[in-house]
């Protein structure tokens, strides 16, 4: 993966996704005591900054592949970005779900076109599930974060925010299974000006804090989080880009990311998932460190369920 690579990628995606805005608040910037642009992926088409990875990795395929579809494992955003840009392909998209998935996520995903295929909640269940519609259909798997077309179609937000304010010093990225945190960190490597790329992470999904610590991937024992779309551990491909193009990682607790998700909804006017207040959490944490910097930080989407809001 290489800057032209990246460059390519957003050339090929663009006609199928949104360039998404990015808001200021005079209001946050006093708070943190930084310069902050937010890159609202929540206004991505189906919420989220996944619909980005998705969208490339299908147009990567064979004609062969597409006439025979995708499948994939996923109970949150992936499986409706999946949906929605196989739709917008004419590509069959087979999503394999954990029956304890919550009915507004289902619902989402029908409404996208996605084929829900339920299975037990284990992480084995849903692999040998997809596994299965491999074999049965032909259907081309494609992972939710840990493969190179994807990743390289996340980092295509922060492309678009460096084009737009190519002298920012840091940006600012949740980190859950590290598609997004990895692409941004390419987009920073390759476009930036000595741009550093920060991680947020809660402290109940530590493993890449803990990852960058040991040199080798870790597990969570827990994933008692808020943050439902951080809870999927790092992924071999992900972990050696964040090793190579991350400055640090920065963990929260529950309280600062529920308190970062409800400045966002009150102060920004718009609707953020808790995943997404991570980042935001992160830099207040740690505000002394980064006074008067100029900083990034992507929304990574704003797909919340709104009757069980943690507020």
């Known amino acids: 993966m290489n800057a032209k690579s990246l460059k390519d990628t957003a050339q090929t995606i663009a ?3 949104h360039r998404t805005p990015i808001l200021t608040s005079r209001l946050l910037n006093d708070i943190s005591g930084a310069d902050l642009y937010f890159k609202c992926e929540n206004f991505q088409r189906m919420g989220a ?8 990795a299908i147009l990567q395929l064979s004609d062969e592949q597409k006439s025979k579809g995708v499948v994939t494992h996923s109970s949150g955003n992936f499986a409706q970005a999946l949906s929605l840009a196989a739709k917008s392909l004419g590509v069959k998209a087979y999503i394999v779900m954990p029956s304890n998935a919550p009915q507004v996520k289902k619902d989402a995903v029908a409404d996208y076109g996605g084929h829900i295929i339920e299975c037990p909640p284990t992480h084995k269940d849903r692999e040998e599930t997809a596994n299965k519609i491999q074999i049965e259909k032909g259907a081309t798997f494609l992972h939710p974060y840990n493969d190179h077309n994807v990743i390289l179609g996340q980092g295509t937000a922060a492309l678009e925010l460096l084009e737009d304010y190519p002298d920012l010093e840091y940006i600012f990225s949740p980190v ?9 960190a390419l987009a920073a490597h390759f476009y930036g000006k000595n741009c550093k790329v920060v991680g947020g992470e809660p402290f109940e999904v ?15 024992e827990t994933t008692n989080t808020s943050a439902d779309g951080l809870k999927m551990p790092l992924g071999d491909l992900t972990f050696p880009i964040i090793q190579k193009y991350v400055s640090e990682i920065i963990r929260v607790d529950e309280e600062e990311i529920i308190s970062a998700m409800r400045l966002i909804w009150e102060r920004m006017k718009i609707i953020i998932e808790p995943s997404c207040a991570v980042p935001l959490a992160a830099l207040l944490r740690e505000k002394e460190q980064f006074q008067d910097k100029k900083i990034g930080i992507i929304l990574s989407g704003g797909n919340v369920d709104l009757s069980n809001l943690p507020f």
């Open 206 to 220: 530590d493993d890449a804090y803990r990852a960058l610590q040991s040199g080798k991937l870790e597990i969570n």
């Open 49 to 56: 900054f996944k619909m980005r990875g998705a969208t490339h």
């Open 15 to 17: 006609s199928y996704i």
């Open 176 to 184: 859950g299974g590290g598609g997004l945190i990895s692409g941004t």
